[in-house]
């Protein structure tokens, strides 16, 4: 079972990739309990048991890529990506492509299907961020959503 998701975000990649990258990006659009580096990430959510360990690879401007290490029921081992290309017809235009595969076996498909809603909203609030530099996180440090 897998996710996947696409957007065009009004932005250069160089930006987009930058957000992605880092943990003050990832604050702005996704939650704002979250630390990344250049290797290993960390994400809380308050309503959570567990936090999200990932281990992280790049390819600069092109892909970032997180891969569960632990973290909540059935996601161990599984692993999400932001591909990135440009629009070959506006370099202010970045096409962003979101997938989220290799679940455990028991990741049942509503399961899936709720997971896939809120990464729908995640993905849209990192274009509405890369748009306006106003950040919206989908998940806040008081444990609700928006």
């Known amino acids: 079972m897998r996710i996947a998701l696409a957007t065009t975000v009004a932005a250069s990649r160089s930006k987009v990739y930058d957000v992605l990258r ?3 990006g990832q604050k702005a659009f996704w939650t704002t309990d979250c630390e990344l580096d250049d290797h290993h ?12 360990i990932v281990s ?5 401007e092109e892909l970032v890529r997180m891969k ?3 973290g909540f029921p059935n996601w161990n081992g ?12 506006s370099s ?9 595969y290799d679940f ?3 990741y049942t498909e509503p399961q899936l ?7 729908a909203m995640i993905l849209d609030r990192l274009a509405r961020y890369v748009k306006s530099g106003v950040p919206e996180p989908y998940f806040t440090n008081d444990g609700g959503s928006n």
């Not at 992280?56 to 600069?60: D, G, K, L, P, T």
């Not at 599984?78 to 017809?89: H, V």
């Open 68 to 70: 569960v290490d632990s």
């Open 104 to 106: 455990e076996s028991g």
């Open 92 to 100: 202010n235009e970045t096409s962003v492509q979101f997938r989220h």
């Open 22 to 24: 880092s943990t003050e």
């Open 41 to 52: 990430g960390r994400f809380s959510f308050a309503e959570a048991p567990v936090d999200l």
């Open 78 to 89: 599984s692993t999400w990506e932001w591909a990135l290309s440009s629009d070959p017809e």
């Open 113 to 119: 299907a709720y997971s896939a809603q809120s990464w």
């Open 56 to 60: 992280i690879s790049r390819v600069a």
